[in-house]
């Protein structure tokens, strides 16, 4: 399985877990000019961005953490973006999760991982 399909594979992971929760989907892959969002989902008034991490081996740590400030400041762009063609979600409070996927069958789910500045 290539590198694409890995990716796309760890994000239907992640999204059933998150319909698990009850989660309502928004947006899958949110393309924006400095940013791209991998998942979005809204429970209630809260708006949670999610961003998902896939690492085949720990040997360059973990998943959540390749989540560099930059990489931060792209998903807050993309947010942004979002917020401003979809206004009736401005009003939501915003939490930021990462989700680290590897092989085993375990989700490394860090809600408020970071926030907006």
């Not at 708006?47 to 991490?53: D, G």
């Not at 400030?69 to 917020?83: F, G, N, P, S, Y």
Request: proline residues 1%; aromatic residues 6%.
């Amino acid at each position: 399985m290539g590198t694409l399909a890995k990716g796309r594979a760890a994000e239907d992971r992640v999204d059933a877990a998150a319909r698990r929760r009850g989660w309502r989907a928004v947006v899958r892959n949110h393309n924006a000019r400095g940013g791209e969002l991998d998942l979005v989902y809204r429970t209630g008034d809260e708006l949670i961005v999610v961003e998902v991490r896939y690492r085949s081996r720990g040997d360059y740590g973990s998943a959540a953490a390749s989540v560099t400030a930059r990489k931060q400041r792209r998903i807050v762009t993309a947010t942004r973006d979002l917020l401003a063609r979809q206004p009736d979600l401005a009003r939501c409070a915003i939490r930021f999760d990462v989700v680290g996927v590897d092989d085993s069958d375990q989700l490394d789910w860090i809600e408020n991982a970071f926030y907006a500045e």
